[in-house]
């Protein structure tokens, strides 16, 4: 329905985002799910479709007709949604995290209107935090105000990052790893990159790099732009491509050190093996 104003869509975002966390915790605590792997050794387990399906059910239900982007439904249209609105979900950020028992998990829900990503939602269920943002609006954690973190310096600066599945798409990443270790404070690797996100929207991390999908960037991206990071891409985006949908590449930083951070990983891709 075109008649939702922003404030009214996050609001029934982060509802759906609870509801879809507290089947993530139900899950868990009955350990019956099955695990398989995906091409390129990603893992999914039933709980990632069951809980896309649920998400799914409640966006058909308040946003009739709107276009949605998804991991375990639809990921094959990534880059080439055109849809005047689009919800781009991951039902499961950190599935790997989620089976294994760790905390590191999020409902990740954003919606991106003409290209351009206006309503972020991150709801983590086992750290019991939820972020928000909509454009123009701020970001919130757990309904209070975040911002990023006031780094000036890369020797001050706390950067996480991720790696791809493919094993051979990670030795080409071990130079920016290198400098990052020998000119950062160190180097967090928490996967689940819509919380790497939402850790630099709130000043955890000060800095955050990888390629990634579609669905695991673009409601923390919201997140972090509304609580004024500074967010971007080390490479041109190609121009058939919303900014905001572009996976590769991101760059996501306290604003102190966007540029420095930038140039420190455009030298290393520059440095021979």
């Not at 104003?5 to 089947?23: N, P, S, V």
């Not at 990052?180 to 630099?200: F, K, M």
Request: aromatic share 6%.
């Amino acid at each position: 329905m075109s008649d939702h104003t922003l404030a009214a869509r996050l609001e029934i975002t982060i509802a759906i985002a609870e509801e879809a966390g507290q089947m993530i915790i139900k899950a868990r605590e009955q350990q019956d799910f099955a695990q398989r792997l995906k091409k390129d050794n990603e893992l999914v387990t039933d709980v990632d479709v069951a809980v896309d399906k649920l998400i799914s059910q409640r966006l058909e239900e308040h946003f009739p007709g709107e276009a949605r982007l998804s991991e375990e439904l639809a990921p094959e249209s990534a880059l080439h949604e055109t849809a005047p609105k689009l919800w781009v979900v991951d039902p499961i950020d950190g599935t790997v995290n989620f089976a294994q028992g760790l905390r590191h998990v999020a409902v990740s829900i954003g919606w991106m209107e003409a290209g351009v990503a206006k309503v972020g939602v991150v709801h983590a269920p086992f750290l019991g935090e939820t972020f928000s943002a909509a454009e123009g609006a701020g970001a919130f954690c757990n309904g209070k105000p975040i911002q990023p973190s006031s780094a000036d310096s890369l020797a001050h600066t706390l950067v996480g990052t991720g790696f791809p599945y493919r094993k051979e798409e990670r030795k080409q990443l071990l130079k920016r790893l290198e400098a990052v270790l020998s000119e950062c404070q160190d180097v967090r690797r928490n996967g689940a990159a819509a919380l790497d996100l939402c850790d630099v929207a709130c000043g955890r991390l000060d800095a955050y790099y990888e390629s990634v999908s579609p669905w695991d960037f673009v409601a923390g991206w919201v997140i972090a732009r509304e609580a004024g990071a500074r967010v971007g891409h080390l490479y041109p985006v190609p121009p058939a491509v919303p900014e905001d949908i572009y996976p590769d590449h991101l760059i996501v930083t306290a604003p102190g050190v966007y540029d420095a951070m930038a140039y420190l990983l455009l030298e290393a891709d520059q440095r021979k093996p």
